[in-house]
C-alpha cells in the first residue's frame, strides 16, 4: 500500500535489501530517525508486529527474522493503513444519522397532526422500527467489520507468500556460493 517501506537489516542495522536500492548499504540510523530501541524490538517481536514513530510519522513495524541475524521489516504508514476503513466507517455512521433523522422527522409531523389513539399507534410502530433499524445497524456493521478483517488478512497472507518466495531464492543462492567458494574473503 501507498505509504509502507520494505526492507531487510541485519543486526546492526545495516540495510540489506529495500525498496529504494539506493539506500542499501547503509546505517538505517543514517537514513531514518529511528527509536534507540529499534533493533531490540526487532527481537523481541520477531514474527508479529509494533508500533514506532519513524521521521516523525506513526508507523506499524511488522517483523520477520529471516535467518539468525536479519530481518525482513515492512514499515506501514498507520495514516495509510487505517484511512480508507475510518473513512468507510463514517460514511456508514452518516447514513445512518441520516436515515435516523428522516425517520424521527416524519414520525414527529405525523404525531402532532394525528389524534390521542392515532398518536399512540405511531408511538408503537416506532419503537419496532427503532428495534428492527438497531437489529440492522447491528447485522451492517458486523458485515463491515468482518469484510474488513477478511481484506486484513488476505493482505497479511498475500504480503507474506509474496516476500517468502524471494527471500527463500537468497537464502538458497547464499548456501551455494559458502559452498563452491574456496576463498576466505568470500565465505566471510
Not at 529471516?66 to 476503513?85: P, Q, R, T, Y
Not at 410502530?125 to 488476505?154: P, Q, R, V
Amino acid at each position: 500500500k501507498e505509504g509502507s517501506t520494505n526492507m531487510v537489516i541485519d543486526d546492526t542495522g545495516m540495510i540489506i535489501a529495500h525498496d529504494n536500492g539506493a539506500l542499501e548499504y547503509k546505517n538505517i540510523n543514517d537514513v531514518y530517525t529511528m527509536p534507540n530501541d529499534f533493533i531490540a524490538k526487532l527481537h523481541q517481536y520477531d514474527e508479529s508486529y509494533f508500533e514506532a514513530t519513524i521521521d516523525g510519522k506513526d508507523y506499524i513495524v511488522l517483523t520477520d527474522t529471516i535467518v539468525e541475524d536479519w530481518h525482513m521489516i515492512i514499515l506501514a504508514n498507520k495514516v495509510n493503513l487505517f484511512s480508507n476503513i475510518w473513512r468507510e466507517l463514517m460514511l456508514n455512521v452518516l447514513v445512518y444519522v441520516v436515515i435516523y433523522l428522516a425517520i424521527l422527522s416524519t414520525s414527529i409531523f405525523s404525531f402532532i397532526n394525528e389524534g390521542k389513539y392515532y398518536k399512540q399507534i405511531i408511538a408503537l410502530k416506532e419503537a419496532e422500527t427503532k428495534k428492527e433499524y438497531e437489529s440492522e445497524l447491528l447485522k451492517i456493521e458486523k458485515e463491515s467489520a468482518e469484510a474488513s478483517n477478511k481484506a486484513k488478512g488476505d493482505f497479511l497472507a498475500l504480503m507474506s507468500h509474496e516476500i517468502r518466495t524471494p527471500i527463500n531464492a537468497i537464502i538458497g543462492m547464499n548456501e551455494m556460493v559458502i559452498r563452491e567458494a574456496k576463498e576466505e574473503n568470500i565465505q566471510g
